[in-house]
C-alpha cells in the first residue's frame, strides 16, 4: 500500500537533483513531497532544508540519490536497511560486483535504477525474460571534452581537451568502461540490467566534436528479436556530462514507485 504521501529527500543538488527537488516542490509528482536534500558542498536555497545524511534519512520514506557513485557504494545498503526505498541514478556504482552483492542483499528497502539517458529497456528487459540475449552492444558518443579523465596520458587528454577530432576513447566490456568512465556510462549499468547480464554488454565510447548532442546507439540480439535505438539527448546546461532529460526520467521513476502514475509503464 502506497502511503498518502511520501516524503523524499534527495542525495546532490547538482544537474540532477537541483531539477528533481524543484519539480517535487512544484507538485509534479502528485503524493511525492520533497523534505531535505543532502550534499557535501553547500547549495542556494532550494526551498527545503540542507541536511546531513544522517538527519536527513530520519524524515525519509525514500531516497533519491543524484550525486555519484561514491554515494552509493557508502551509504546505499544502510539505506534499504532502514526500511527506506531508494532511487539510483548513479547506476554505474552496481558495475562493482561487491556494490552490486551489497544491495542485492540489502533490506527491506526496494531500490530502483533509473532509465535515466535511455529508452527502450522496457522492451530488453522483455525480452531477456523470454530467453537470453545473444548480443548487446552500447555505442555512446559525446563530446571530445567531456571524457578527459585523470587516468589518461598527457598526449590523449590534451587529444580530447582540444574537442577538434574524433577519437574512439574505448573499446570492450561493460564492466570495464564504467570503471574507466565512471561519469560517462551509467548507461551500461542500467542495460546490463535491463538485459539480466552486463558482462553481456560490449561497448564503444567515442569523441566527436559535431556530438552537440549526446548520441546513445543500442543493438541487441537474441532468440525473441533484434532490437535497435538511437538515442539523441541534449546536454544539460549545468553539467554536459549529463543529459539535459535524465532528471526528467528520475521524475517518472519517482512516478512509478511512489506516486500515481497513468499511462505507459
Ligand atoms: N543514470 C543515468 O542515465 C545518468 C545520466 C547522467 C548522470 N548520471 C549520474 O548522476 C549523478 C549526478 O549527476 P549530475 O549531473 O547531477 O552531477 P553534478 O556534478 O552536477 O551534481 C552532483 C552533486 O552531488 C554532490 N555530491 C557528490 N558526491 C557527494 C557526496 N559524497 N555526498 C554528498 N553530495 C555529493 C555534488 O556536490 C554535486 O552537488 C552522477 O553520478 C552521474 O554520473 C546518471
Given at each position: 500500500m502506497i502511503p498518502a504521501e511520501v516524503r523524499a529527500v534527495v542525495i546532490g543538488g547538482g544537474a540532477i537533483g537541483r531539477t528533481v527537488v524543484e519539480a517535487l516542490r512544484a507538485g509534479r509528482i502528485p503524493g511525492v513531497r520533497p523534505v531535505a536534500i543532502v550534499d557535501d558542498q553547500p547549495l542556494p536555497d532550494l526551498g527545503v532544508p540542507q541536511l546531513p545524511l544522517t538527519e536527513a534519512l530520519d524524515l525519509a520514506d525514500l531516497v533519491v540519490e543524484c550525486a555519484s557513485q561514491d554515494v552509493v557504494a557508502k551509504h546505499a545498503a544502510g539505506i534499504l536497511a532502514r526500511g527506506i526505498d531508494l532511487v539510483i541514478t548513479?547506476?554505474?556504482?552496481?558495475?562493482d560486483a561487491g556494490t552490486e552483492a551489497a544491495l542485492a542483499a540489502a533490506g527491506p528497502g526496494r531500490f530502483l535504477l533509473t532509465?535515466?539517458?535511455?529508452?527502450?529497456l522496457d522492451i530488453l528487459s522483455a525480452a531477456a525474460a523470454q530467453a537470453p540475449f545473444t548480443r548487446v552492444e552500447l555505442t555512446t558518443t559525446k563530446l571530445?571534452?567531456?571524457?578527459?579523465?585523470?587516468?589518461?596520458?598527457a598526449e590523449t587528454s590534451a587529444r580530447l581537451a582540444a574537442g577538434d577530432q574524433c577519437v574512439q576513447v574505448f573499446a570492450g566490456g561493460g564492466r570495464e568502461a564504467t570503471r574507466l568512465f565512471p561519469r560517462s556510462l551509467n548507461l551500461v549499468v542500467t542495460l546490463g540490467w535491463a538485459v539480466g547480464d552486463i558482462d553481456l554488454v560490449a561497448v564503444r565510447l567515442l569523441g566527436d566534436p559535431a556530438a552537440t548532442r549526446t548520441r546513445h546507439h543500442i543493438e541487441a540480439d537474441g532468440p525473441c528479436g533484434s532490437y535497435r535505438f538511437d538515442i539523441e539527448n541534449l546536454p544539460s546546461?549545468?553539467?554536459?556530462?549529463?543529459?539535459?532529460?535524465v532528471p526528467h526520467a528520475v521524475l517518472r521513476t519517482l512516478a512509478v514507485l511512489a506516486g500515481r502514475p497513468a499511462g505507459v509503464v
Open positions: 548513479s547506476v554505474g556504482a552496481l558495475a532509465s535515466g539517458a535511455a529508452g527502450g571530445p571534452t567531456t571524457l578527459v579523465q585523470p587516468w589518461m596520458d546546461a549545468e553539467n554536459p556530462r549529463t543529459s539535459g532529460v
